[in-house]
């Protein structure tokens, strides 16, 4: 049985930083994407940051340059560190895996195979 479970939300003031983990277990994800999505209130879900089984990594352009994933395939996690917090970052962070094989980091929600229930993130002012 295939799970994903996120870890390292919590609240966090305004220019601060958190790390959030992942880890897949149940099966081999060494050719998967394994990728981070957002939703905040009254919001669709969104790209946040990716990387492929290849280690090509991709972000959207709200995180670029405040956000860096990691990845151990041997151990089946990616990890999202976020730097320089902004009150707009305020969502419930989903890990997701799929896209077996893909070169390319996958952006849409309904692309990926497996979802953790999310850890929430809050940055205050």
């Known amino acids: 049985q295939v799970q994903v479970v996120e870890s390292g939300g919590g609240l966090v003031q305004a220019g601060g930083s958190l790390r959030l983990s992942c880890a897949a277990s149940g099966r081999t994800f060494s050719r998967d994407n394994m990728v981070w999505f957002r939703q905040a209130p009254g919001k669709e879900r969104e790209f946040v940051g990716g990387i492929t089984w290849g280690g090509i990594d991709d972000y959207a352009n709200s995180v670029k340059g405040r956000f860096t994933i990691s990845r151990d395939n041997a151990k089946n996690t990616i990890d999202l560190q976020m730097d320089s917090l902004k009150p707009e970052d305020t969502a419930v962070y989903f890990c997701?895996?799929?896209?077996?094989?893909?070169?390319?980091?996958?952006?849409?929600?309904?692309?990926?195979?497996?979802w953790g229930k999310g850890t929430l993130v809050t940055v205050s002012t």
């Open positions: 997701a895996v799929g896209g077996q094989g893909r070169w390319t980091v996958i952006r849409t929600p309904s692309q990926m195979d497996y």
